[in-house]
């Protein structure tokens, strides 16, 4: 049963242009989203989270918008970079339990020049 | 500050043997968690430990696969024996106790069962 849905394994955007990367859920107890970023023979690292209690999260490039009634997220980087091709994972917290994150398959974004 | 250290990084095994994986954890972090991550999917935690004792197990092989943490600081990782589909990276990770959320990854070991 998967809860976290990345629907699209792959991106491809050019240098400069909106990537936007798409994540859907289906347990409502989920009230809080992580999305994480991880490069070729390294760990996941930690990029931005978003609260149920908003719908929008913005740090730097990267914007998160939460719809709650679709159970939908999204992860927009304005202007995307060749660095930020890596693969993306969306990870809810187990809910009642906040130590447990639920990963998504993850989407690879490719930026290219 | 030193990042989470996982030892080996690749290890090739062939079925039914035994294979053991070692992660020393960002300093002062309480929670240590061991996540499996098979090709094309997402991580998947296996167990958690705040300092030395198991806080969740409950999607760890355990006809098959052991961790400890004996003195609250690294962790070991076994399989005994290895099947075809445990090949994987497997993920370590950190967090202190109060920011949970906000977990270090290691490198990860990429486990090939032939």
């Known amino acids: 049963d998967q809860q976290v849905k990345q629907n699209s394994p792959s991106l491809s955007v050019q240098e400069g242009r909106i990537s936007i990367l798409n994540c859907d859920y289906t347990?409502?107890?989920?009230?809080?989203f992580l999305w994480y970023k991880k490069y070729p023979a390294e760990g996941p690292t930690f990029l931005i989270s978003?609260?149920?209690?908003?719908d929008k999260n913005e740090d730097g490039r990267f914007t998160v918008f939460l719809n709650k009634s679709a159970k939908h997220l999204s992860l927009h980087i304005v202007p995307s970079q060749p660095g930020d091709s890596a693969v993306y994972f969306c990870a809810p917290p187990w809910p009642g339990g906040y130590n447990k994150l639920i990963f998504g398959a993850g989407t690879r974004l490719a930026v290219h020049p | 500050e030193a990042g989470v250290a996982q030892s080996p990084r690749y290890k090739i095994i062939e079925k039914r043997q035994s294979v053991a994986f070692w992660c020393n954890p960002i300093s002062g972090h309480a929670t240590l968690y061991w996540y499996q991550q098979i090709l094309g999917q997402g991580p998947k935690l296996l167990i958690q430990f705040q300092n030395n004792g198991v806080v969740d197990d409950s999607q760890l092989p355990k006809d098959r696969f052991s961790a400890e943490r004996l003195k609250g600081v690294d962790s070991t990782l076994k399989i005994q024996p290895a099947k075809l589909e445990d090949s994987a990276v497997y993920l370590c990770?950190?967090?202190?106790?109060?920011?949970?959320?906000?977990?270090?990854f290691g490198p990860g070991t990429r486990l090939t069962v032939l």
């Open positions: 347990n409502s107890m989920f009230d809080y």
């Open positions: 990770a950190s967090s202190t106790r109060d920011r949970f959320l906000e977990q270090f």
């Open positions: 978003i609260s149920s209690i908003k």
